[in-house]
């Protein structure tokens, strides 16, 4: 049965996390969100998957760090925090936001320093907000920061209904405001998702069988296996950078992603995008369905010049 002891949850010292990763492993994550899919030659791309240009590493995409809190868990996903007791089956994952304080090698060994950001009694369900500092190993400076929010069902209703528990480490408000705007969009880049898609980014380590395995999909109700959050999130990204940033990483400062519905490998995701100075609004859809599975926004280091001519005319 579900239980949660908020005393015991927020006094737990969590270990350190050490890993080394290398090209690799950042050529295979950006496989896994599509990048070159449609064009084995996009040269908005190509420097994540290949050496060009005699440069000696290629570059990761910003959200290769969302793989990184998967290290505090062996690859499932869940982080076992003492204190909080729940049904795995009813966990969802909520929202994702991401900061990046240098940009992002290649290669690295680094550590993961982890702590409950946030707990919160909703009564039907308890949110459980995860915080990932990630530093290198030999310098200490700190690369980046992931902050999960998960949502625990059936798991809620541990304190007072008339004053329900709440605790938080940071201004939630301030990070997870977003508004998508009534207007044209900015840029719409269009991104068909592989039949095979999840099977190729789970083997950046995330193994959740809900994502390969048809009867845990049907058992979890849905109809086949579904592609990962942060697989989505991954693709929406990715448009923001070629559609505003040229293809280069390195203008990305902050990431965050609300999810909102699930994704069928072989849909179409169609992502908008709004320009407002230095953040991106963004909403991606599924073509298929029409819906709505993931809204967020970008922050930008600066304010682009000019939108790129494949961000223009994919709409």
Known sequence: MASID??????YKFPEVSFAYDDRDVALYALGVGACGTDAVDDKELHFLHHI???RHIKALPTFVSLFPLKNSNGRGIVNVPGIHFDESLLLHGQQYIEIYKPIPSCASVVNKVKVAGLHDKGKATILEIETTTHLKDSGEVLCMNRSTIFLRGAGGFSDSSRPYSYTTY???????ISIPDSAPS??????????????YRLSGDYNPLHSDPMIAQVAGFTRPILHGLCTLGFAARAVIKSFGN???AVVQN????FLLHV??????VTEMWL?????LYQTKVKERNRAVLSGYVLLKHSPSSLSSKGEDEA
């Open 276 to 280: 407002d100075g230095q953040r991106v």
């Open 53 to 55: 240009d005699g440069q």
């Open 6 to 11: 908020p005393e015991v949850a927020l006094a």
């Open 264 to 269: 069928y490998p072989g849909e179409t995701l």
């Open 171 to 177: 201004p939630a408000n301030q990070i997870s405001r």
């Open 247 to 249: 293809g280069d990483p």
């Open 187 to 200: 840029a719409v880049y269009e991104d068909p998702i592989q039949q095979s898609q999840a099977l190729l």
């Open 255 to 258: 990431i965050f992603g609300r």
